[in-house]
């Protein structure tokens, strides 16, 4: 099975038939950006001086014409890389799956996915993702990949690997479509529960542009100004003080990678565990060995950030009606919450760490 391949090397001879590698439209409201910016903000894998290259070689292009990497891209554009070779085909084979699922019917199904499970393929997850799982369950043949995207049937919408929760996925091409239309939409409702470090005074909202971090493509950034990423915004409400931690519920407005997890570390409260925003350290608390040794325990329960998409709605693609759906926290995570009340309770009484 090959898998899509991300990296180039331009110079070839401009008489050689090209063939598109990558296809990306820009937004309505993309504010005028290096064009080098946005397919590295958009595409991961690929490194800025790779597409710089490119573009002088004239491999990118904007609305059919190449382009240098200085070149602004403006809402509505589509951008495309086109390269001296055809795109590797990918193939996805359904894999037989435990799917744990909430709801199915002709033209959808709801499930809880578990923490540890990649959604799709890619990035060298290219077996055991969910997707494979859900095209086991639906009876698909295997899917090939003809244009270089690697399948994804029935998906609308994804959760990072280490995030549980509820997910939503299209059975029929219109049912993607209205469900994809919705998200674009912002008319699903998305809440999350999340453990955060730090006691939050209040209910609030942040907002911020999220694109790639310049330091670490895999990771992502907040860019107050709005020069990079896309807009996002996070509605965050308090559910249960915790001392040096807050239990809230976040609500999504956009639905960006790593969004609350980004979001909650820009404002000082990054989610307990998180290893890749900062969590998974004591942010709060004096030190002591007594103190450490419950974190020790507490991350080695949750070796993962503590986030779960609790609760799901949207309008049925066929009949219109509103579906709501709630599901439990996970037993890692209501074991954390637990062991912290535990903390918190004899820290009051007197008899604490």
Wanted: net charge negative; aromatic share 6%; proline share 6%.
């Amino acid at each position: 099975m090959a898998e899509h391949q991300e990296g180039f090397e331009p110079g070839a001879d401009e008489e050689e038939e090209l063939y598109e590698h990558h296809r990306l439209v820009a937004d309505a409201g993309q504010t005028p950006l290096r064009v080098d910016r946005f397919v590295t903000n958009l595409v991961a894998n690929m490194s800025r001086t790779k597409l710089q290259v490119s573009a002088h070689a004239g491999y990118v292009r904007v609305n059919g014409v190449p382009v240098k990497p200085n070149h602004k891209v403006r809402g509505g554009d589509v951008v495309t890389i086109e390269l001296p070779r055809p795109v590797i085909e990918y193939v996805l084979v359904p894999e037989p799956m435990d799917l744990d699922i909430v709801h199915e019917d002709a033209e959808l199904l709801v499930l809880n996915k578990p923490a540890g499970l990649v959604v799709h393929p890619g990035n060298g997850n290219f077996t055991g993702t969910l997707v494979h799982g859900v095209a086991h369950h639906l009876m698909l043949d295997p899917l090939v990949a003809r244009t270089g995207e690697i399948p994804r049937p029935g998906l609308v919408h994804r959760l990072d690997k280490d995030t549980t929760g509820l997910m939503v996925l299209g059975k029929t091409e219109p049912a993607m479509t209205d469900l994809s239309l919705q998200f674009f939409d912002r008319t699903v409702e998305r809440r999350y529960h999340a453990l955060v470090w730090g006691d939050l005074e209040r209910d609030g909202t942040v907002t911020g542009h999220i694109g790639r971090s310049r330091r670490d493509r895999k990771l992502q950034s907040v860019f107050p100004d709005g020069d990079e990423g896309k807009h996002a915004v996070t509605h965050f409400r308090v559910l249960e003080r915790l001392g040096l931690v807050t239990l809230v519920e976040c609500k999504l407005e956009t639905g960006r990678t790593h969004q609350i997890r980004v979001h909650m570390q820009h404002i000082g409260h990054p989610l307990f565990g998180d290893t890749s925003y900062g969590g998974a350290v004591p942010v709060k608390g004096r030190p002591g060995a007594a103190y450490h040794r419950f974190l020790d325990h507490q991350f080695a329960r949750l070796p993962r950030q503590a986030l779960h998409a609790k609760t799901l709605g949207f309008r049925h693609p066929a009949t219109g009606a509103w579906m709501q759906f709630d599901s439990e926290l996970p037993a890692d995570l209501s074991e954390v919450l637990a062991a912290w009340r535990a903390y918190v309770g004899a820290a009051a009484s007197g008899t604490g760490l």
